[in-house]
């Protein structure tokens, strides 16, 4: 079982340009999440999914969008990449939303210039 | 709105030693409340929750918090630091009508030999 899995690992992009990180999971769980991870901020929310084909906005949804086809994919895009949107990315999912443990992907480092 | 403090950003503690990493929340409602870890380079892990009953909490790796509604407070504790918990720790609160859950901005654990 691989739960969840993230790509790519990490990556640099230029400015303006767009790119999705993939979040694959297993577990056939409900719910799903991106966070995005800055130094001395800790984990932001990003948009959250509580099941498939519904979206929400997080706490910093500005310059991204997700979708959710389906139970197992919840795809992050950045339209046009931003400089402060240099951050390491996290997808997670739970069983049934918030109040259910949340289980957590390797993360994707990225670097926009 | 709900918020959650980790008021140290480093905690220091010598092998064998009692450890403890703070945690204060504000919610409405009854919060549920997590710690997660994460090593270095990897993705959140789940260490335990409260959700209601008894006050104390043990969870993953000998850890436990104890909830203090009058204080606001769930702190992790464990009674014999080990090296092998260096990392860093996480608070996350989920209060009444929210979305999702609302981390803290972490708290660097480092165990000396």
């Known amino acids: 079982i691989a739960g969840i899995t993230q790509a790519p690992t990490s990556q640099i992009l230029a400015a303006g340009r767009r790119m999705t990180l993939r979040c694959t999971q297993d577990m056939r769980h409900n719910a799903m999440y991106w966070y995005r991870q800055d130094l001395g901020l800790g984990l932001r929310l990003i948009h959250y999914?509580?099941?498939?084909?519904?979206?929400g906005k997080g706490e910093v949804p500005d310059g991204y969008s997700v979708s959710r086809a389906n139970t197992d994919d919840f795809p992050l895009t950045l339209a046009s990449a931003v400089p402060s949107q240099t951050s390491v990315y996290f997808c997670?999912?739970?069983?049934?939303?918030?109040?259910?443990?949340?289980?957590f992907g390797p993360g994707t480092r990225l670097t926009v210039l | 709105a709900q918020s959650v403090a980790q008021p140290e950003d480093q905690v220091n503690v010598a092998e064998g030693n009692p450890l403890t990493v703070k945690c204060t929340y504000s919610v409405s409602g009854n919060p549920y409340l997590f710690w997660y870890v994460q090593y270095p380079n990897r993705g959140l892990q789940f260490l335990l929750k409260?959700?209601?009953?008894?006050?104390l909490v043990k969870g993953s790796y000998g850890f436990e918090a104890e909830f203090n509604k009058s204080q606001t407070s769930f702190h992790l504790k464990k009674p014999s630091a080990l090296v092998s918990d260096s990392a860093l720790y996480f608070c996350g609160v989920y209060g009444t009508g929210r979305r999702a859950l609302t981390f803290g901005s972490g708290t660097r654990l480092q165990v000396q030999p």
């Open positions: 409260y959700i209601t009953g008894d006050n």
């Open positions: 999914s509580n099941t498939a084909g519904t979206t």
């Open positions: 997670a999912s739970s069983r049934a939303g918030a109040t259910d443990t949340q289980y």
